[in-house]
């Protein structure tokens, strides 16, 4: 039986390695930078915070989305943008876990 590779890894690790994946481009972190900055939902064209063209910013868009990391919401002919404080904590929550394990790892192996 053949298994995707990613199936060889715990869920804990496939679910950071995807919300990393969502953080891996400059143009997403930006977008999320605008989003907690501006303190509230945007409806509005987030390309025009950004030097990329908006056909370029909805991929990112559509990537946070896909991730949980942002909710979207259609209102008439315009999409608002909302960061997803729930994931955001989630993410939080698994990054400090993670380097927590890390460095505890790496303690034990330099006091060998």
Partial sequence: ?????????????????ELYKALAHPA?????EYLAE??????????????LSRTTVNQHLKELKEAGLITGTTEGVKTCYCINIDKVKELKEITEKFINDISISIQLNCDL
């Fill in 28 to 32: 997403r972190l930006a977008i999320l």
């Fill in 1 to 17: 039986m053949a298994y995707a590779k990613n199936e060889l890894f715990s869920k804990e690790s496939q679910k950071r390695a």
């Fill in 38 to 51: 501006t303190r509230t939902c945007i409806t509005g064209d987030i390309a025009e915070e950004l030097p």
